[in-house]
Structures are given as C-alpha cells and as structure tokens.
C-alpha cells in the first residue's frame, strides 16, 4: 500500500509501520507473532491542497479487500486487518460516508465490511528500515 499512496500527487510521504498494538516501539517478527496487537499500517503525510482526505480513503479502500478479517490477499493475521486510524470527527466521518457509499453501490458484491474505524489514534510506530519502500526494493520479486 505504502508505494500506491507514495504514487499519488499531493503525499508527501508514506512510511511503513505499526499501530493499534499495547507494546512499545515492536518489530516485525514481533507484531507479525500476532502477540502484540499492532496492524500493519501506512503513515501518511499529505497537502490538502492537492489531494483530498476523502481521495486518500477512497484510494485505501480501492487497495484492500476490507471484507476479509484479518487476511489481505495471501497474508493472513491480525496484522492484516483492515482498520482506519482517524485524527478527528471529520476524518471518522469521511471514512463511514465512503462505506455507505459502497455498500449502497453493493461494491465487494454485498460482503460485509469488517474495517475497525479508530477515533483516537494510537501511537504510529515506524517500522524497520527494510519495510521501507519495500516494493521499490523488491519490485525485480515482486512483478514476476
């Protein structure tokens, strides 16, 4: 996801990491063990002037499957859940208007969503160096 967000005009930067979990400053093996509650997440800083929120949560549910509990694609955890991380009311909002409209549309072919929309975020821990730009690192694995 994080490549997908760093590819649009107006995100300054994506970074890779943690969020959601009860442990300080995890490692991937360690959130990945499924023992400290943490979600893989994206970081996002952004203009407002040049890409909207809603745009970002509109791309966000174009890049996941947010009807599978925790699972994306083949990846199967918690840490794969599908969750939003809101600063404020307004993002909340946002993030439950754009549901409604997919459901209304009967976008996933009517599946439940099973998105965990957080009001107040949680501490954004970054992850490893490596988890970083991972598909610009990887792409030579990754498009075969």
């Known amino acids: 996801m994080e490549d997908r967000f760093a590819a649009l005009d107006g995100v300054v ?82 993030v439950e208007q754009e549901m409604q409209r997919m459901k209304e549309e009967n976008a996933f072919d009517g599946r439940g969503f099973c998105t965990q929309v957080i009001t107040t975020p949680p501490t954004f821990w970054r992850a490893e160096e490596h988890h970083q730009d991972y598909y610009q690192k990887h792409r030579g694995f990754c498009s075969r």
């Open 13 to 94: 930067d994506a970074v890779s990491g943690y969020m959601g979990g009860h442990q300080d400053n995890p490692t991937y093996e360690q959130v990945c063990s499924g023992d400290t509650g943490h979600a893989e997440a994206v970081e996002l800083l952004y203009d407002p002037l040049q890409v909207s929120y809603r745009e970002l949560v509109e791309l966000f549910f174009t890049l996941h499957d947010p009807t599978t509990p925790d699972q994306q694609g083949p990846n199967v955890g918690s840490q794969y859940r599908s969750v939003v991380f809101c600063n404020d009311a307004d993002e909340v909002e946002q």
